[in-house]
């Protein structure tokens, strides 16, 4: 009973937090456990770093971000650098998504706290006090495979609690995609376009055009001497029984 009471707790730890849903990722963790904080080896406190950290979750966060201003540094830079965190957290930074719709959308729970979005090394969206549910990203600002990182730090316990989800981003147009009917019709179309010989279709079109080029007359000439020739060769096979 004990131990389900502690399961029970930690699901219900889990479910309180967020998680990736578009682009869709790819999980290194069972779907239960998509929401879990980023592990970190590193643990600072925010008074040894400098930061301001009165309480509550509010106070934390711009405490944060004043700190992160005045040092014109960055959530990416924390959770690389002093807090030592796994770098996709529950997901798969290999896992490629091609040609995404440009929205970026997160599930869950999102804790106060400020959240960035990275494309590569070029931050291309921040918000200071809390994660939206959804927010635009141009995605093409990524010339080819470039890496999504998005990064939310939660301001509500004694130090930051960080999460992070990952995927590839694959090149080409924003919303562009092929079916594999699409991609063979694409394929077929660089095949050679040289003409093929063919003796059927040579001599096809040879009689069309003959008769094309006949009058009526003609035409009407040539089919009584087919007949006559004919009736001549029936006469000849008889008389020679």
Not at 40 to 52: E, H, K, Q, V
Not at 111 to 124: F, I, M, N, S, Y
Request: with cysteine.
């Amino acid at each position: 009973m004990l131990w389900q009471l502690f399961l029970l707790g930690i699901l219900r730890k889990v479910e309180g937090h967020s998680w990736l849903i578009s682009p869709e990722p790819k999980l290194t963790v069972d779907t239960g456990m998509r929401m879990m904080p980023n592990k970190c080896n590193g643990n600072p406190t925010p008074s040894s770093l400098g930061i301001t950290w009165p309480g509550p979750a509010a106070g934390n966060a711009n405490g944060l971000v004043e700190w992160m201003q005045s040092k014109n540094t960055s959530l990416k830079d924390l959770v690389d650098g002093p807090f030592q965190c796994d770098k996709c957290g529950t997901t798969d930074p290999s896992h490629v998504v091609a040609n995404p719709s440009g929205s970026v959308q997160i599930g869950g729970l999102i804790h106060v706290g400020p959240c960035e979005a990275w494309l590569g090394d070029t931050k291309v969206y921040t918000a200071p006090t809390q994660c939206p549910s959804s927010f635009n990203v141009d995605f093409t600002k990524c010339g080819g495979n470039c890496l999504l990182r998005v990064i939310l730090a939660a301001t509500h316990l004694n130090s930051p609690e960080f999460f992070q989800y990952c995927v590839t981003v694959g090149g080409g147009k924003i919303g562009q995609s092929y079916s594999n009917a699409d991609k063979s019709s694409v394929a077929g179309s660089n095949l050679s376009t040289a003409p093929i010989e063919n003796k059927n279709v040579q001599i096809t079109q040879s009689v069309i055009t003959n008769s094309k080029m006949n009058s009526p007359a003609q035409n009407l000439n040539n089919c009584r001497k087919v007949r006559r020739c004919k009736k001549r060769k029936n006469q000849t096979l008889v008389g020679h029984y």
